[in-house]
Structures are given as structure tokens and as C-alpha cells.
């Protein structure tokens, strides 16, 4: 009876997170709140349908903890150092310096607020001094915030998981090592340096190891997922097992390791990552969030809502002010990062992990560090993804709606494009490998990219802050269906579109852009680089025209038939580009929207009147 509950446990919470997942993209919410909403409804606190110590047993704890490193590994695959050398000082100061300061204030408000004992007060800042990318990128996409604050934020959260993680694991051991009387100290000091050697020489062994095997191709590409999954698991376990609360530091040495190990192919191993992080983080939020004692919360009443204010009001403004004394940034940038920290998934896994060991030693004040933490994070991240878009408004540190176009190549279509574009109020930039396409565009005011776009440099490099669509529009039709194959996954397939060369018929079916690219086809089925090209040749020109009431699309049709190749629709007050993939793109447009087209040079004078 147990195991069938199980799998319809396993079965709902996969459906479940997959939906809330979506949803949350759909309604632009950070995923974590509604993956608490529903822990909270499914578990204890509401309906009672999901227990997670009673369908897991002695085996849930050993789940939560191989799936956190498995976040932990991926977040460090991102970090490479060459991008954090680069940053501004400050993001160094916020992850050390600044996170002490976050620990120590978030402690001492514990104590005298919730009356809690001086190292289980510790402990709780420890857990919560974390953000974590699980829970800033979503909210960076909303806000679409300048670069500057952009890469603060981003990889502050992706450094600070691994360091924080440490930080507690150093206070549980001194808690632990506290029991043993007055040679505790002594334990703690040797623990911590153990933990340390442990866990870097097993991480940076097993990444090096990693390193050589995908280095030499000793494994079939179809194997790499799986024996890196299981090598993380490994390394995690062995090292845990050699020094207890040692595995999540050399799973994320092991990830840095191997991110910035040369000449080593690791782009399809994130993407894995990236899909198996999104189902692990769904799962771990609903199990976790169903165990929460709600009652105890409750029972803390006001105590709970002032050690919350703390946290967003205190130490967050007083770690930035420590963090970002002598930098460039503006007083309204400084407002904004204090403003922006919500807590994630490795607060609440670590959280979980620590009460239950320190629940088993009788330690008071343990059953509270889950609530607590909890507390935290629906704080923060309900607080934050409410109030933050309308204050970074406000301090005129939000990028406007994203206006900016990628568009793959420099060539006469790109430029002629990228031309409208740039007139009527958005920002293309253009990118070629050849500087004599790119001089002709940087001589018309556009920006551009000098180097192929889907190169290692374009990835350390390109600035993407207000980008929001890709058009390949290159000469080069594998350049296109590669381009789009990466960038994909930076804008979604629902804003990457190719142009194909020429008509499918000449290529074949087995050449098609828009399958292989997964890409949407650009303007509609029938228009090639090489149609537009020749009639940019005779003349042809691109035209913006205004929708009325009196002048809607189908007189817009009627008048122009076949002479006019749609290519854009612009909202009213140019808010919004869409891209015309097909005549039917065009059914929905209204009043005050505007098309641009491709005219044929002798349909351009007469455009001119409208």
C-alpha cells in the first residue's frame, strides 16, 4: 500500500511541479512560489495528502541531499572565473565581507527576537545568509534590470550557495562538537579544516578526472549525462562519508573545476543539468514545504513578521552599504540590491538536513530552524517579486520593455532591417565575422558584433540586457541553424527565428532551418534571404504603415497584395515588436498598430502617402 501511494505520491508532485513550472513562466512569478503554495496546500499544513517522513522513511534526508548536490554541481558549472575576474569589486565584497555581516546581524536579531540560544541563532544566520540563481535569474528576467545590477546579482547568488553551505556546515559542527564538553573547540577547528582538504582534494580529483575523461572522448556521447550524474552522486557520497557535510563543497569544486578546465566540451552537460535541476528544485520545494509546521510559526506570532523586517530591512542594506562603499554604483542601484535577495532551495534543503541531525541530539531550538528558515524564504520572495518591479521603476534602474534585436549576420537584408528597426525605436545590433560587412553597419549608426556569434568570446561577451528576439539572417545557413540551436535557449524558440537561404525545394527537406534550428520561420514559408536580397537590389525599401479604424489590415492587404512582404507588426507606442512568421500573424492586428513590409520599388512612392 505504501509503495502505490508512493508512486502516486512521485507521480503527482512530477505533474504538479511540471504545471507550476509553466505557469509561473505564463504569469511572469518567480516558480518557487507557487511550488511552495503547492507543498503547503498538498502537505501538513492544509490537506495532509503528502508526508514525506512517512513515504520516504530513514531514505528521504539521503534523496534530499544527492538532489542538492546535484543544484549545487550545476550552479557551479556556470561559474567561470574568467567572467567573475571581470566583475566589479563589489560582487567579491557581497559574497565575503558582506555575507558575514549578513550572518552576524540576522543572528543577533534571532536571539534577542525569537529568544533563541547564541549557536542555534548562529546557525539560523548561517542558513539564511544564501540567495541562490534558483531564485534570482527568474526574478532578473521580470525586472530586466541594467547590466550593472544584472551581474551583481547574478553571481553573487551563484558564488554565495557553495560559501554559505560551508559557513553552516561549520556552525552545525560547532554545535555538534559543543556536546562533547570542553575539548569541543578543539573538535570544531580540526572538523573544519578536515571538511575543507576533504572536500576541495575530492572535488578538484573527481573534476579533473571528469575533465580528462570528456577531454579524450573515453565515453560516447550518449553515456556523458548519465556517468556525470552518477560521478556527482560519487563524489558527494565518498566525500560525505570521509568528512560529514563535506559533499556539497566538493561537488561544487568539482563543477567549478570543470568549467574552467580548457578545451573541455561541457555545453550539453548543462543543458541536462539545466532540465534535471528545473525537476529536481519542483520536487524538493513540494517535499519540503509539505513537512513545514506551520503551528509553530503561528505560535511565534508577531516575533516571526520582526525578524523578517530584519532580515529585508537591516541586513540586507547593511550589507550593501559594506559591500559597496567606494564603488560607482549610483544611490538608486544601492537601493535596488538592498531591496532584492530572496532565499531559495539551498536554504531550505541545508535547513532540513541540520534540524533533523540536531532534533536527534536533543538540542533545543532545532524543530524551529525549518520554520524559521521557511519564513524566510516565502518572506522575501513573495515581498520581493511584489514590491521590486515597481521600485526598480521608480528608481529608473529597470531597462524599458526588451527592445533589443539580435540578429545573426551583416549582410544587405540584416542591415536594411536592422534600419527600420533602429528608426522606429528598438535596438538592433548586428553580428558578423567579416569587418567589412560589419564597418557598412557601424557607418549607419548600428550596433554590431565583431566575430561569430556562437563562439566561445560571443559567449564571455555579448551583452544581452534587453534583448529579446533573435533573427538569423546570415548568408551562412548553418551559422543560422546553429545560432538558433544556442540561442534557443537564452530567448526560447518562441522569440529565435531563421531566414532560409533559399527555397526548401533546392535544399531538400533534410536542410530545413527551421526543424533543425528549432527555430520559427522568419516573414513566412515562401520568403528567402536570397528573395529579399534581389528585391533590395531593384529598389525595393522597407515601409512602415500606421493601422486605423478606416485603414485597417484587410484594406492594408487589399491595397498592396502581393507586392508587400509583411515583416513586423509594432504595438501601439511602440511597446512591443512581433515578428511575422505567416499572413495569419497579421489577423489580430488593430487600431494603432503598425506593419512594416518589404514594398517592391514600384509600390514605394505611393507608400509614402500613408
Known amino acids: 500500500m505504501i509503495s502505490q501511494n508512493l508512486m502516486l505520491v512521485l507521480a503527482l508532485i512530477g505533474i504538479l511541479g511540471s504545471m507550476a513550472q509553466w505557469l509561473s513562466w505564463w504569469l511572469k512569478l518567480p516558480s518557487i512560489l507557487l511550488l511552495l503554495l503547492l507543498g503547503l496546500v498538498l502537505g501538513k499544513p492544509v490537506l495532509g495528502w503528502v508526508n514525506p517522513d ?95 545590477l544584472s551581474n551583481v546579482l547574478r553571481w553573487e547568488g551563484i558564488v554565495i550557495d557553495p560559501f554559505g553551505a560551508l559557513l553552516a556546515v561549520l556552525v552545525f559542527n560547532f554545535i555538534m562538537a559543543s556536546q562533547q564538553g570542553d575539548a569541543g573547540w578543539l573538535v570544531v577547528i580540526k572538523s573544519f579544516f578536515w571538511i575543507m582538504a576533504v572536500g576541495a582534494v575530492i572535488g578538484a580529483v573527481s573534476g579533473s578526472l571528469l575533465g580528462l575523461i570528456l577531454r579524450r572522448h573515453w565515453l560516447p556521447d550518449y553515456l556523458h549525462n548519465v556517468f556525470v550524474l552518477t560521478l556527482v552522486f560519487i563524489t558527494f557520497a565518498a566525500s560525505h562519508t570521509l568528512a560529514h557535510e563535506s559533499g556539497l563543497l566538493a561537488v561544487t569544486v568539482m563543477g567549478m573545476w570543470l568549467a574552467n578546465s580548457k578545451n573541455t566540451p561541457i555545453h550539453d552537460i548543462l543543458h541536462f543539468k539545466e532540465s534535471l535541476t528545473i525537476l529536481l528544485i519542483s520536487g524538493l520545494f513540494i517535499l519540503l514545504a509539505a513537512r513545514l509546521d506551520v503551528t509553530q510559526l503561528l505560535d511565534l506570532g508577531w516575533s516571526a513578521i520582526l525578524l ?20 560607482e554604483l549610483t544611490w538608486q542601484e544601492k537601493v535596488t540590491l538592498s531591496w532584492i535577495a530572496p532565499r531559495g532551495i539551498v536554504a531550505a534543503a541545508v535547513s532540513a538536513l541540520f534540524a533533523l541531525r540536531l532534533e536527534q541530539e536533543g538540542i533545543e531550538g532545532a524543530s524551529l530552524m525549518v520554520s524559521l528558515t521557511f519564513m524566510v524564504i516565502i518572506g522575501t520572495v513573495v515581498f520581493q517579486s511584489a514590491t521590486a518591479p515597481w521600485v526598480s521603476r521608480k528608481l529608473g534602474v529597470a531597462n524599458p520593455e526588451s527592445k533589443g534585436v539580435f540578429i545573426i549576420g551583416s549582410n544587405v537584408v540584416a542591415v536594411k532591417v536592422a534600419e527600420a528597426l533602429q528608426q522606429q525605436g528598438f535596438e538592433p545590433m548586428v553580428s558578423d565575422s567579416h569587418w567589412r560587412f560589419i564597418q557598412e553597419a557601424r557607418m549607419k549608426g548600428i550596433k554590431t558584433y565583431y566575430g ?4 566561445e568570446h560571443a559567449d564571455h561577451h555579448l551583452d544581452f540586457i534587453g534583448v529579446g528576439k533573435m533573427l538569423g539572417l546570415s548568408m551562412n545557413n548553418d551559422l543560422n541553424v546553429l545560432a538558433a540551436s544556442r540561442y534557443k535557449t537564452e530567448f526560447g524558440v518562441a522569440n529565435t527565428f531563421v531566414l532560409p537561404i533559399e527555397e526548401k525545394s533546392k535544399n531538400g527537406e533534410k536542410h530545413s532551418v527551421s526543424k533543425q534550428g528549432k527555430a ?9 534571404y536570397a528573395k529579399l536580397a534581389s528585391l533590395i537590389a531593384q529598389g525595393a525599401h522597407i515601409k512602415t504603415t500606421l493601422m486605423t479604424d478606416s485603414f485597417g489590415i484587410d484594406e492594408y492587404l487589399a491595397k498592396h497584395g ?17 515578428v511575422i512568421t505567416g499572413m495569419h500573424s497579421l489577423e489580430d492586428l488593430k487600431s494603432d498598430w503598425k506593419v512594416m513590409s518589404l514594398i517592391r520599388v514600384s509600390e514605394a512612392p505611393k507608400e509614402s502617402a500613408e
Open 308 to 327: 523578517f523586517l530584519v532580515v529585508q530591512f537591516v541586513a540586507r542594506p547593511l550589507k550593501v552599504w559594506v559591500s559597496t562603499m567606494g564603488s
Open 54 to 148: 512517512a513515504l520516504f522513511g530513514d531514505l528521504l534526508f539521503p534523496i534530499v541531499s544527492l538532489a542538492v548536490s546535484v543544484i549545487l554541481f550545476e550552479g557551479a558549472l556556470t561559474l567561470k572565473f574568467k567572467e567573475v575576474k571581470g566583475l566589479e569589486s563589489v560582487v567579491r565584497r557581497m559574497v565575503t565581507g558582506g555575507m558575514l555581516v549578513t550572518w552576524v546581524t540576522i543572528a543577533v536579531a534571532t536571539h534577542f527576537v525569537i529568544d533563541l540560544s547564541w549557536p542555534m541563532s548562529f546557525l539560523f544566520g548561517s542558513l539564511v545568509v544564501v540567495t541562490g540563481p534558483t531564485v534570482i535569474v527568474p526574478m532578473l528576467r521580470i525586472l530586466n534590470l541594467n547590466k550593472k
Open 520 to 528: 520559427r520561420m522568419l516573414f513566412g514559408k515562401d520568403e528567402t
Open 452 to 455: 561569430n556569434p556562437v563562439s
Open 562 to 578: 502581393k507586392n508587400a512582404i509583411p515583416l513586423f507588426a509594432i504595438s501601439p507606442a511602440g511597446k512591443r515588436l512581433k
